[in-house]
C-alpha cells in the first residue's frame, strides 16, 4: 500500500466511512513498519458533504468532468488572444456544462442515499467554477479528492492570478512621467542621515515584528484546523459508535420479540396438554 492507493480508496468512500476506514489504513501502516505512510495518511482530511458530491461525480461521470476542466483551458486562451466572439460562445459552453454537471452530482448524492440540501446545487456549481480557473483545484476535482467546496469570483486574468496567489498579469507599458533627478543620498546633511537610517531602522523592526505575528497566526490557524479535523473524527468516531448501538438495539428487540412468541407458542402447547390431559381423565372417572 502507498499514499496514492489509500487516497483513491478513501476519497471513494461515503464521509460517513471515512475515518473509520482512515484509522484502519493508519494501523496497518503502523503493523507493515511505515511509520511515513501512516502520518500521511492521518493528514488525509474527511471531505465535506459538498465535496463528496464532486467527489462522486468525478469518478462516476470522468469523461464529462475532463471536457468541462479542457473547456476552461479553451476559455482562458481565448481570453488571452482577446477573441471576444469565442469567449462568448466558450463562456456559454461552459455555462451549461457546470450547470449541467452540478445537477449530476446532486442526482449521484440522491442514488447514494444522501439527500443534498437547497443549496448544494449552487456549492457544486462554484466549485467547479473555480477548477475552471485554479489548477490545483482542477487536479483535485479531476482525481475526485476534494476536502471541502471552494469558491471564487470572477473568470479573468485578474481573478485568476488572485485565485492562484499570485500577481495579475502585467498591463502594457505606458510612456513614463518626467520626474526630476532624485537628490544623491551623499546630498544629506548629518542629521538628516541619521533621521533617514533611524527611520529605516524603525521600519525594519516593524517589518520584523509583523512578520513574526504573521508566521504566529499561521501557526494558531494550523492548529485550529488541526483541532477541528480532530473533533470531526471524534464526532464521526461518535456516530459510528451509535450506529453500533442503534443496530444492537434493533437486533436485540428482534431477538425479544422472537422469544416473547416462543413463549406464546410454548404457553399455548402446555395448555393444549393440560386440557388433553383433563379430558382424559374424565374420560377414566366415566
Known amino acids: 500500500m502507498d499514499l496514492e492507493t489509500a487516497a483513491n480508496e478513501l476519497y471513494a468512500r461515503s464521509p460517513d466511512e471515512f475515518v473509520e476506514r482512515r484509522q484502519q489504513l493508519v494501523a496497518e501502516a503502523r503493523q507493515a513498519g511505515d511509520r511515513q505512510l501512516a502520518t500521511q495518511i492521518g493528514k488525509l482530511r474527511r471531505p465535506t458533504r459538498s465535496a463528496w458530491l464532486i467527489n462522486l461525480l468525478a469518478r462516476e461521470e470522468p469523461n464529462e468532468v ?34 449541467a454537471l452540478a445537477r449530476r452530482a446532486i442526482e449521484l448524492g440522491r442514488e447514494h442515499g444522501y439527500s443534498p440540501p437547497d443549496g448544494a446545487v449552487q456549492e457544486a456549481s462554484q466549485t467547479l467554477q473555480t477548477a475552471l480557473g485554479d ?34 498579469p502585467p498591463k502594457a507599458p505606458s510612456r513614463p512621467a518626467k520626474q526630476a533627478p532624485a537628490e544623491p543620498a551623499h546630498a ?20 520584523a515584528t509583523a512578520r513574526q505575528a504573521a508566521e504566529s497566526a499561521e501557526a494558531q490557524a494550523e492548529a485550529a484546523t488541526q483541532h477541528a479535523d480532530e473533533q470531526a473524527d471524534q464526532v464521526e468516531s461518535l456516530r459510528s459508535q451509535l450506529r453500533q448501538a442503534e443496530a444492537a438495539e434493533r437486533e436485540a428487540r428482534e431477538a425479544a420479540r422472537a422469544a416473547r412468541k416462543h413463549y406464546q407458542e410454548l404457553r399455548q402447547a402446555a395448555l393444549s396438554a393440560e386440557q388433553a390431559a383433563a379430558a382424559a381423565e374424565q374420560a377414566l372417572e366415566e
Open 66 to 99: 475532463s471536457a468541462l476542466l479542457e473547456l476552461g483551458a479553451a476559455l482562458q486562451d481565448a481570453q488571452q488572444r482577446m477573441a471576444g466572439d469565442e469567449l462568448r460562445q466558450l463562456s456559454t459552453q461552459r455555462r451549461k456544462a457546470v450547470d
Open 135 to 168: 489548477p490545483e483545484i482542477a487536479e483535485l476535482v479531476r482525481n475526485g479528492r476534494l476536502s471541502q467546496a471552494v469558491t471564487y469570483g470572477g473568470f479573468g486574468p485578474t481573478d485568476l492570478a488572485s485565485a492562484f496567489g499570485a500577481p495579475p
Open 188 to 207: 544629506l546633511d548629518p542629521k538628516q542621515r541619521r533621521a533617514a537610517e533611524k527611520a529605516a531602522a524603525e521600519a525594519r523592526e516593524r517589518a
